[in-house]
């Protein structure tokens, strides 16, 4: 399984895309979260390349995508980076898969292009409580790459503890994406939580598969977002943390292609 990485020129800037898989086979797109890229799709990406020509974009700003103004960070404009990625692919309907921020995106595209989007998976719905949305935002630190090195440890010390059981090498990956943002990295929570998750959830026609896993600090959100769907189901994924996709690649691909017909 060979995955290559391409660029998609955009109104945007330049946006990054993980491929693999057949490109007669159905297209799956799969969206990351922040401060990730689709560096986290790698493994999984591979469990599923003989079902599925699986696309995943670095939305614009993240990863290898060029970098934009910490104002031009919203939800619209990274569904904007992903749908021109997909054109320039000529892509011409999906199924959607979307982990954390890469459910909002996902959710937003869904809701806004109801004729190409033929399913939706929603890894950690980020349907917030109000309380939760006002106060989230000031909780990311952006990383000074100057700090001290006492201040670059307690950063690295709450980004292991996200879930201090995967490898070193994914919180150091998520740590240097964070670097990267600089202070996009809070601009892209705000995004988040400026979005109207409730009111694009209810407008999305196609069948929807909502989960997170026991550890996953979205879990609690899951049963909010399956409500007010339409055509919503769920499953229980068992002991995973937001590091799913990479620590149970297997079993999210299992999800994946049992629900989707």
């Not at 999305?204 to 959100?221: H, K, M």
């Not at 909010?224 to 499953?235: M, N, R, S, Y």
């Amino acid at each position: 399984m060979d995955i290559k990485q391409g660029f998609a020129n955009t109104t945007l800037g330049k946006v990054n895309y993980l491929i693999c898989g057949d490109p007669c086979l159905p297209k799956l797109v799969l969206l990351h979260q922040a401060p990730s890229s689709a560096e986290m799709y790698r493994l999984l990406m591979a469990q599923l390349s003989n079902d599925f020509c699986c696309i995943a974009p670095d939305f614009i700003g993240f990863g290898n995508s060029e970098l934009i103004a910490d104002v031009d960070h919203s939800i619209e404009n990274y569904a904007d980076s992903v749908m021109q990625c997909l054109q320039h692919l000529d892509v011409q309907d999906f199924y959607l898969f979307g982990h954390h921020t890469g459910a909002s995106v996902a959710t937003y595209i869904a809701a806004h292009h109801q004729d190409v989007c033929k399913q939706l998976i929603l890894s950690g719905p980020t349907l917030l409580p109000d309380e939760l949305r006002a106060k989230l935002p000031d909780l990311v630190v952006p990383i000074n790459a100057n700090a001290n090195a006492e201040e670059l440890e307690q950063t690295w010390q709450k980004f292991r503890n996200k879930d201090a059981t995967v490898s070193e090498h994914i919180s150091k990956r998520e740590f240097n994406s964070a670097v990267k943002l600089g202070t996009g990295y809070k601009s892209a929570y705000q995004a988040v939580c400026a979005q109207d998750v409730a009111q694009q959830l209810s407008s999305i026609t196609c069948s929807t598969l909502v989960f997170a896993g026991d550890r996953d600090v979205l879990q609690p959100y899951v049963d909010d977002a399956l409500a007010v769907l339409t055509q919503g189901e769920k499953i229980e994924i068992g002991d995973c943390s937001t590091y799913v996709c990479e620590t149970h690649p297997e079993r999210v691909a299992k999800v994946i292609k049992e629900f989707i017909r």
